[in-house]
């Protein structure tokens, strides 16, 4: 069965602090791996989206790294910011004809002043 | 402005009482889905959609139906609501399936009592 984990669960920083999100996989055979990052009450929003051949990828303070051969993949934030409080969601979709994404349950992130 | 957008925000219904949320998109995206999310157990899919007259079912399709019948809507029906479709549900969007980024409604908070 195809499943996403996501640890910790929960997170809290100091302002201006960095920080690292992991993610371990067991979806096969694998085609993508998206981070998203959701405010309270609101949708999803993409961070970075990454494919078997990609192993980094950045997006402002946001890095994402791959590793596919261990299936597992990080999210670094980079001098945090209040702002960045939010649930960050790991999701990997397979190559194998089903188009369902798998979603992990999110690492919830507070930055505090 | 790029947009996906879900009517009513917040439904509060009772059991067995039909309803509809609707769901459209601005950006000319061919595939659609719609997902639940509820607490501890992250996002699940429930149905997805490739194109217009294309649907097919996701993680957890029992209870709700949907139609494709414009490339720009994708309504989810529940034909007899139970209270555990009592859930936070969001609309997406993409240019595909794969690698593309997609795009998140703001939420429908659904409580059927």
């Known amino acids: 069965k195809n499943q996403v984990e996501q640890s910790p669960q929960s997170l809290i920083i100091l302002e201006g602090k960095n920080c690292t999100l992991q993610c371990n996989y067991t979806v096969s055979p694998f085609s993508n791996l998206r981070w998203y990052k959701q405010d309270t009450g609101r949708g999803p929003v993409s961070l970075t989206i990454?494919?078997?051949?990609?192993n980094t990828k950045s997006n402002g303070r946001y890095t994402a790294t791959l590793d596919a051969d261990t299936k597992q993949s990080s999210l670094h934030i980079t001098a945090s910011q209040l702002s960045d409080s939010a649930s960050y969601i790991c999701?990997?979709?397979?190559?194998?004809?089903?188009?369902?994404?798998?979603f992990g349950r999110g690492t919830s992130l507070i930055v505090h002043p | 402005e790029a947009q996906v957008t879900q009517n009513p925000r917040y439904l509060i219904t009772v059991t067995g009482k039909k309803l509809t949320v609707t769901c459209s998109q601005n950006m000319n995206h061919e595939y659609m889905s719609w997902y639940r999310q509820d607490p501890g157990l992250g996002l699940r899919q429930i149905y997805y959609?490739?194109?217009?007259?294309?649907?097919d079912k996701g993680d957890v399709p029992e209870g709700y139906k949907v139609s494709r019948k414009e490339k720009r809507n994708f309504p989810l029906i529940l034909e007899s609501p139970s209270p555990n479709q009592t859930s936070l549900y969001f609309c997406?969007?993409?240019?595909?399936?794969?690698?593309?980024?997609?795009?998140f409604g703001p939420g429908t908070r659904l409580t059927v009592t």
């Open positions: 990454m494919t078997f051949s990609e």
């Open positions: 997406a969007s993409s240019l595909g399936p794969a690698i593309y980024e997609q795009y």
């Open positions: 999701v990997v979709s397979s190559s194998g004809g089903s188009y369902i994404p798998t």
């Open positions: 959609s490739m194109n217009v007259e294309v649907t």
